[in-house]
């Protein structure tokens, strides 16, 4: 049973940095591709980045390229997502997710992919 587990959310000021986790258990992820997702109140969920596990390569939304960071630690079976220069608008509900069949970078952005998810973290930026 898989089990995704986020934290490192909160409140921040504009400008400001968060860096979240992504705590995976219960498999062997070396085939996974890992995404980040947030959603917005009143708004769809989007993607925000992804990585595949075996080898590191990485995905991301036009919106957060150069501010955003995905990275993995093999050790610790953990995914990041490292955010500077936060805004306003990236004020959302973050989602780890994950899945073994993902066509990498292609389908990464189609949350309908990902049969594993966490259960989020609040992030706030204010202005």
């Known amino acids: 049973q898989v089990q995704l587990v986020e934290s490192g959310g909160g409140l921040v000021q504009t400008g400001g940095s968060l860096r979240l986790s992504c705590a995976a258990t219960?498999?062997?992820?070396?085939?996974?591709?890992m995404g980040w997702f947030r959603q917005a109140p009143g708004k769809e969920r989007e993607f925000v980045a992804a990585i595949r596990w075996n080898g590191g390569s990485t995905s991301y939304a036009d919106s957060v390229k150069g501010r955003f960071t995905i990275s993995r630690d093999n050790a610790k079976n953990t995914v990041y997502l490292q955010m500077n220069s936060l805004k306003p608008e990236d004020t959302a509900v973050y989602y780890c997710?994950?899945?073994?069949?993902?066509?990498?970078?292609?389908?990464?952005?189609?949350?309908?992919?990902?049969?594993?998810w966490g259960q989020g973290t609040q992030v706030t930026v204010s202005s």
């Open positions: 219960g498999r062997t992820f070396s085939t996974f591709v």
């Open positions: 997710a994950a899945d073994t069949t993902i066509s990498f970078p292609i389908r990464t952005t189609y949350y309908g992919e990902y049969n594993y």
